[in-house]
């Protein structure tokens, strides 16, 4: 996980824990990253909110979440937190707790970005309950701005990235009603071209990426009804090159994670049937490294973490055999999303 930072000796009483731990069989890992551990320490000191990741003798420690919730009386603690042999090695630490936003590691400034992948990772594990959820959602509709846009984080961007990550994130929290939704879809929607695209602004170049993100924050907004779906999904159909792969723009090279960004879209409006599926997938199964594992962006490139996950979300929208169904809006597996929203 990206946005995990390792934890150890994290203070007298996690210790003692990570000693039953290592009676546990547990107790070998970690002790050598003190820093992270001296940053939850300050943060705990401050009796502010965090989350840390958990492993137990029955699971990888990356599978599970475990933490008190900030608010929550240590008397009100989970009683699986009190268990014998439990051993906390992992933290996702808001670095300026105080901010209610998440930044992308340790000491790094709150960002809607790291903000939404935070509660991403919280919804595949069913540990939302982790989060003060008001705190996060607050921070994430203060950074509305009058003309209904998102800023990404307090030093003003404006794109609209921000909207999607916004409506998503506070979507996912069911705390859409803490900003003004109209606002926000009226300032999306004066971000549509001519072409049926979006950009990142009002007049920016339509881009794939961008196109994602406006549709994602529409569909989510039940505001899809703004969208020339024929005109859209013509511009998007044609980003299929020559080799199979997609591409953002006109005129550039195909790229795996276009395969996310185009193929989503195409299912939000509807028309994903206008793509070649049989040569996509070749694309992007031509894109992984058969003897390491992986997927790049293109063929005989290097593998990253990146284009894996989007060339498997891509292989999942086209139902590639043994992969999970991912929702095109929420970016997650469907059976996460119907989790988050059926529990209501
Ligand atoms: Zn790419």
């Not at 996690?14 to 546990?24: L, N, T």
């Not at 992948?117 to 203060?142: G, H, I, M, T």
């Not at 859409?176 to 926000?184: F, G, W």
């Not at 962006?297 to 055999?321: K, Q």
Request: charged share 25%.
């Amino acid at each position: 996980m990206l946005y995990f930072e390792r934890l150890t000796n994290q203070g007298e009483e996690d210790k003692a824990e990570q000693e039953a731990g290592a009676r546990g069989g547990h107790g070998g890992r970690g002790g050598a990253r003190g820093g992270p551990a001296r940053s939850l320490h300050r943060h705990r000191g401050e009796e502010e909110g965090f989350v840390r990741v958990a492993g137990d003798g029955a699971h990888p420690p990356q599978r599970r979440l475990l933490g008190p919730h900030h608010a929550r009386p240590p008397q009100q603690a989970p009683r699986r937190r009190r268990r014998r042999g439990r051993r906390l090695d992992h933290v996702l630490l808001p670095p300026r707790i105080c901010a209610g936003g998440f930044g992308g590691n340790v000491g790094h400034d709150p960002h809607v970005l790291y903000t939404l992948s935070a509660v991403q990772v919280l919804c595949l594990f069913d540990r939302l309950d982790v989060l003060d959820v008001d705190k996060v959602a607050d921070y994430v509709a203060r950074l509305q701005n009058e003309d209904g846009s998102f800023s990404g984080d307090i030093w003003g961007e404006v794109d609209t990235r921000f909207s999607y990550i916004a409506l998503c994130t506070l979507s996912l929290l069911h705390r859409l009603h803490k900003i003004d939704m109209q606002k926000a879809v009226d300032f999306v929607v004066s971000c549509k071209n001519l072409d049926g695209g979006f950009g990142a602004m009002p007049g920016g170049e339509s881009h794939a990426g961008q196109i994602f993100c406006c549709v994602g924050a529409l569909a989510i907004a039940g505001s899809l009804h703004h969208i020339d779906r024929d005109l859209l999904g013509w511009w998007l159909c044609e980003r299929q090159c020559k080799d199979g792969g997609l591409n953002g723009r006109p005129e550039k090279l195909a790229d795996v994670c276009y395969s996310w960004w185009v193929l989503s879209s195409l299912i939000m409006i509807d028309r994903v049937h206008w793509i070649d599926k049989e040569k996509l997938t070749k694309f992007i199964l031509n894109c992984q490294d058969k003897e390491n594992g992986g997927i790049s962006d293109r063929p005989d490139n290097a593998v990253d973490i990146y284009h894996t996950y989007f060339g498997v979300a891509g292989l999942s929208l086209m139902e590639y055999p043994g992969v999970k169904p991912m929702d095109p809006a929420y970016a997650l597996p469907l059976d996460v999303v119907n989790r988050v929203f059926l529990r209501k």
